[in-house]
Structure formats: structure tokens, C-alpha cells
């Protein structure tokens, strides 16, 4: 908790002196502000929701920013966008890039596509935040002045559930789809490094290491969730944000690009 409030302290306490004409701060937060990370939670989730037991440096944050704006010019926003999918190296919080590397594997080694979740996983309702989206958010809500000091949840605006995505994402890939089976993505694709290098000169892929391009942790922690997952977006829409995205689209965008990027076959 310190240092993720000290990140945030310290830039405020750097550009507030010299930044005479600033004008918004926007903080970046998540679903952790309702506990979602936690286990089952109040679904959907509101912005006027009580905060959960402490610690959660996504509250200290924001009641840093209510506490520091006193009798200052400038604002501030909390954006909480879903779990955020769009193209990202390195990212260890990247969903799509977990799914899409988990298929060229599977697909390499003559395997079906199956979830690897935990069980009840597959069935609950989940929602997705596209990255573009997210951007276009962030910049919405540090510009009108109708959400001045106020905190939106940002998302598709559609739900889903992976017992129905998984196929759509399976047929992208030209892959079948067999009965989930739960398993610790961290775990069976550690030895997976080699076969990824390989699939690299095979299909002539950029050179980007395979840290870089898995996530696993990430896709355990997702896949996990066996209790819906998803906010109420409305608040944003009464306010003037209209933008959506369609998940199934967003995935298959996603996925298109990482080929063009030749990050997978």
C-alpha cells in the first residue's frame, strides 16, 4: 500500500508547484476498489458502493486526491475500467495476449482449446474493458466539466460468459473445443518456452521473448473467478459517455492484430 500511494504523492507533489495551469488529475483504478479481487462481491457495482475493510491502495489514493484538491483550481477523476484487454508487451496484466498465446500452443501441439479455469468459471457473467475505450474514457472524463471530482466505472457495456466466448474464440484459431479442465496456466505452460521459440522461426514471428508475451499469473487470477464479475457503467452514460465496444468483436480485433504484429501465427 505505501508505495503505490508514495507513486501518486510524489507526482502531484512534483508537477502542483510548477504546474501553474494544471487543470485534472486522473487516477487509473480497477474493480480491487469494490473488492472484486477479494472473492464473490456485490455485482453490479456501483460507484456509491461502500468501501471495503482496508488495505486498498485504490481508496487511499483517491482519498489523497478528495484531500489534496481543497481550495485548488484543479480536478479530479477515478476511472475503473473491467479487466483491460488491447496490444501491450511485457504487460503481466494482459488477458487477451494470455488467450491468444495459450491457442497457438494448443494449436501447435495438436490440443483442443479448453478452459482451464476453475470450476463454476465458465458459467458465471463477466465483463471486458477494450483499451481503446478505456483511452477515450479517460480523456472524456478529464475534459467536461461534468464529472469534476467524481469516479466512473468504464466498460463494454455488454456481459458475457466464457461458456459461450470460448467457442467464438476457439473457431479464430480453427481449433476445437473440449470440456474445461481446470489447471494452473503458471504451472503447465512453464515448460512451454522452448516450443514457443521454435514456433517463432517456424512461422517467421517477431523475436519477442516469452516473458513477454505470457501472462499466466494474470490468466489464473482471471480464469478463477467463479462468481460474476461486472459493474454498472451506467453513471458514465448519465454523464455523456456514450461509447461501447462488443466484446466478441474487441477479442477478435485483438487477436487480428496480434497476427498482423506477427506476434502469433
Known sequence: MPPNLAMLVNVVDAVEPVASGLQHVSLMQGY???GAHLGPFKTPARESDSNH????????QQNFLEQRKAGKDWTWSAIRPSVVCGFALGNPMNLAMVIAVYAAISKELGLPLR????????????EMTDAGLLAKATVWAATDPRCANQAFNINNGDLFRWNEMWPKIARFFDLEVAPPLPMSLNIVMADKEPLWNAMIEKYGLETHAYKDVSSWNFGDFVFGWNYDFFADGSKARRFGFHEYVDTEAMFMEIFADFRRRKIIP
Open 53 to 60: 475493510m482496508p488495505p486498498e491502495f485504490n481508496v487511499d
Open 32 to 34: 480491487k476498489v469494490y
Open 115 to 126: 478452459f482451464p479455469g476453475k470450476p463454476g468459471a465458465y458459467d458465471t457473467l463477466i
